[in-house]
């Protein structure tokens, strides 16, 4: 698919979330540092059409303070791939301001190997989609994340949580390394999570519907519950202060989770 800048840049901000117009008044007044989210579907804006899917993006809000404002650019069905071949890093890379972060989330489009558009390999297209983000963030002095993809609702008959994502997270650790970029491992947490929880105790964290049994998409608790992973990880990693990050040990409503109307 080949899109026009204009027509990417519209979709970009049709995506996010009502905070991103705070993000321009914060970069203005250079008081206030953005977080921009460069991801797939799980990480996703959605909106009222999609109700109650919710990407964990849009929790992300919750638990960070106001001076640390986020931009969603994740996209449903996007790979690092075909991020990149939409123009869509580079509507983020225009945006971008230095001593922003980049949070960069990729893996469950880059599996799809009879996809030419959006699949990648491992250890070798992968890896090299990832490091024009984490190039393009420091050419621009904002600071590249990467976040190993969030796991699937998958459980084997013994009922053990399984990993879904082959090599994509370890070659995403692999390069973490290479480059020296703080990792986030969702992956390795959010499987510990769906471990903990259980066969049943999951399916109140996914979009399990009376019409839909998905085990890849989140409802609110489960976006929630993702975003605190992120949260946790941003302070392990020191990438936040604790300054900066609020709410970790709380309840946080699921009414808090609003989905904007569907746009045209």
């Known amino acids: 698919m080949s899109l026009t800048r204009r027509q990417v840049t519209g979709a970009a901000l049709a995506a996010l979330p009502l905070a991103l117009g705070a993000v321009g008044t914060a970069q203005a007044s250079g008081r206030r540092r953005a977080l921009y989210i460069a991801g797939d579907s799980t990480a996703a804006q959605k909106h009222a ?23 969603n650019h994740a996209v449903n069905g996007r790979s690092s791939k075909s991020f990149v071949d939409e123009g869509r890093l580079d509507v983020v890379l225009d945006a971008i301001r230095p001593g922003d972060l980049l949070l960069i989330q990729f893996a469950h489009n880059d599996e799809k190997t009879t996809d030419p558009v959006r ?16 190039d393009g963030a420091r050419a621009r002095g904002a600071r590249p ?50 471990q903990e929880l259980g066969v049943e105790e999951t399916k109140k964290y996914f979009n399990w519907t009376a019409t839909e049994q998905d085990n890849t ?18 302070l392990r990693t020191r990438v936040l202060a604790p300054r ?17 109307p569907a746009t045209a």
């Open 145 to 194: 994340v990467l976040a190993t993809p969030v796991e699937r609702r998958r459980f084997d008959a013994d009922g053990n949580a399984v990993p879904s994502h082959g090599d994509y997270p370890a070659a995403m650790r692999a390069l973490a390394g290479q480059e020296g970029v703080a990792l986030l491992d969702i992956q390795a947490l959010s499987l510990a999570l769906w």
């Open 49 to 71: 059409d999609a109700a109650p899917e919710t990407g964990w993006g849009m929790a992300l809000p919750f638990f960070l303070h106001r001076d640390r404002p986020v931009a």
């Open 217 to 234: 998409h989140f409802n609110p608790p489960g976006a929630i519950a993702v975003a605190r992973l992120v949260v946790r990880e941003l």
């Open 119 to 134: 699949y990648t390999e491992p250890w070798t297209t992968y890896q090299d989609y990832l490091r024009q983000y984490v």
């Open 244 to 260: 900066e990050v609020r709410r970790l040990d709380e309840e946080i409503p699921e009414s808090w989770i609003t989905w904007p």
